[in-house]
């Protein structure tokens, strides 16, 4: 079993949208739940950070974690073809080493 | 919030020769620096854990004698594959951890690295 397990995608949808990405994590030392996003032949960049759990809302996204089921989602509203991306969930326990899941492409069509 | 500049974005390189890959912190000072090879399609794996000062630790399977890595001062992180074969070509990325500012690891914007 792998230590962070994504939906595989891709994912298309169209503009505006309502984008749910699901992630499972296998690793109880999990502490801190990340979510990113990476366009082609780029570095990710930080979208959602959390660590309790819950739901955390910051502009049209929406990271809910469940600790207890060892679940972590990311909510995207009012999807744009600027999302278009991959989404990857990324955990971490007190080390500081990021784990990543395979991440779901998604594509937002106009 | 904090940046990590890499470059080159892109290098075309030999067979046999050496590449060498610059990650700079530039509005902080990173102790740490994590180097990411990620295959197309796939997700980011962990290579090794540069500290500055001391020897990078690497993860189970990475070459150290292959994957060089530098980290001569609290802004810059060197990333050097040696010998380089058709089968290095991949994008590396590195990463800082979080600040203590602002949340979430940095990442630089990654390098293509292909091997003729």
């Known amino acids: 079993q792998k230590e962070v397990e994504q939906d595989p995608g891709p994912l298309s949808v169209p503009e505006g949208a309502i984008v749910s990405l699901n992630c499972t994590y296998s690793?109880?030392?999990?502490?801190?739940f990340m979510w990113y996003r990476q366009y082609s032949r780029k570095g990710p960049e930080l979208l959602m950070y959390?660590?309790?759990?819950g739901n955390k809302e910051d502009g049209r996204f929406t990271a809910q974690l469940n600790k207890a089921s060892q679940y972590v989602s990311l909510l995207i509203r009012d999807s744009q073809p600027s999302d278009s991306a991959t989404y990857l969930c990324?955990?971490?326990?007190?080390?500081?080493?990021?784990?990543f899941g395979a991440g779901t492409t998604v594509t937002v069509r106009a | 919030g904090a940046v990590v500049s890499q470059h080159p974005s892109r290098v075309i390189c030999k067979s046999g020769t050496s590449v060498k890959i610059e990650c700079r912190s530039l509005?902080?000072?990173?102790?740490?620096m994590f180097w990411y090879r990620q295959f197309p399609k796939k997700s980011l794996m962990l290579m090794a854990t540069?500290?500055?000062?001391?020897?990078?630790?690497?993860e189970q399977g990475v070459e150290k004698d292959k994957f060089l890595i530098n980290h001569a001062s609290l802004t810059l992180s060197t990333l050097t594959v040696t010998s380089a074969h058709p089968e290095d070509s991949s994008f590396y990325i590195c990463?800082?951890?979080?600040?203590?500012?602002?949340?979430?690891?940095?990442f630089g914007s990654g390098t293509r690295l292909t091997v003729v």
């Open positions: 990324a955990p971490s326990s007190n080390d500081y080493k990021l784990s």
């Open positions: 540069s500290n500055e000062g001391s020897k990078a630790t690497y």
């Open positions: 690793n109880s030392a999990f502490q801190y």
């Open positions: 509005d902080f000072q990173a102790t740490t």
């Open positions: 959390t660590y309790s759990s």
């Open positions: 990463s800082a951890p979080p600040d203590g500012i602002s949340y979430g690891y940095t």
